[in-house]
């Protein structure tokens, strides 16, 4: 009985779909690949995501490490109920609200400040951690003998 409702389930999914935004759900094998292909499809005015190659893609996926999952507590105080949070993705969440650089990319050399006082992108910094800081958060990654770890070191 459940594979016959899971069947109709999907069944009536895909004529949803297909509906709503001319899509086979078919032709996409997650729900994130459906979800980028309505957005494409849908409501993206114009229809052009730039494909990058080369070292710009390069030095942009170095800057994509994946999340970071780190939780400390040196001890459980006696008495203290602790909560744990299991939370699977935020991106969509994040995606939202907030603004993702897009578009052709520009290569600038130099103090992009001066000409664009609020630039918004992908930038090569340099950063100082403060002596006191104790759960670092901007992660790289980091070649060792058992392969690329990603890490989120103190230093500069």
Do not use: W
């Not at 400390?72 to 993705?89: R, T």
């Amino acid at each position: 009985m459940d594979c016959i409702s899971l069947y109709q389930v999907i069944i009536k999914f895909n004529q949803l779909i297909f509906e709503l935004f001319n899509i086979n759900i078919h032709k996409y094998p997650t729900l994130s690949s459906l979800a980028f292909a309505i957005f494409r499809t849908v409501f993206l005015e114009n229809n052009t995501i730039p494909q990058l190659s080369g070292q710009v893609a390069k030095d942009i996926r170095q800057g994509y490490t994946g999340g970071a999952v780190d939780m400390h507590l040196p001890e459980n105080p006696e008495g203290v109920q602790l909560y744990a949070y299991d939370v699977n993705s935020l991106y969509p969440s994040i995606m939202l609200d907030k603004d993702m650089p897009v578009g052709k990319p520009v290569l600038f050399e130099g103090n992009i400040r001066v000409i664009e006082p609020n630039a918004f992108g992908f930038f090569y910094c340099e950063i100082i951690a403060p002596d006191n800081l104790k759960h670092p958060i901007l992660q790289t990654h980091v070649m060792t003998n058992n392969g690329i770890r990603t890490m989120a070191p103190i230093g500069i």
